[in-house]
């Protein structure tokens, strides 16, 4: 029997609203925190998208999950909480959270609070790529 490396759960979050080359990136970069790794994408679900932003994505959560399910860079995706993101990430595990460079909202006690239900993870925060041109704000997606 092989005995197999245990694989580095890395976590990331966001809309994903369509796929560019600055998520390619964003996906890459979190997995080059470890050889053996795992990349588990949490998508943002439309409400809190809508909260968030103060718009609605133009890719609604079921589009934008079987979109990222088809990206060979990920190797899990997973639905965020609508009301509280906390349960799904103690349910994956992750050693590693990889916050992109602007990403701010539900991060304030996010450490603290994964501790308090028992998991203790690193977080890092991910540099910007072309952040001028790849940025969904910026970009013209089509449904």
Known sequence: MQNKKKQTRIMVFGTFDGLHEGHLHFFKQAKSFMKNSFLIASIARD????????????????????????CSLVDKVVLSGIKNHIPHIVK????????????????????????????????????????????NSLLQIKK
């Open 47 to 70: 409400k809190n998208v809508f909260m968030i932003k103060g718009k609605r994505p133009v890719l609604d959560e079921k589009k934008r999950l079987a979109l990222m399910n088809k």
């Open 92 to 135: 994956e595990r992750p050693d590693i959270i990889a916050l992109g460079y602007d990403q701010k909202a539900y991060v304030k006690n996010l450490k603290k609070d994964l501790k308090n239900k028992g998991l203790s993870v690193k977080i890092a925060r991910l540099k910007p790529y072309k952040q001028n041109m790849y940025k």
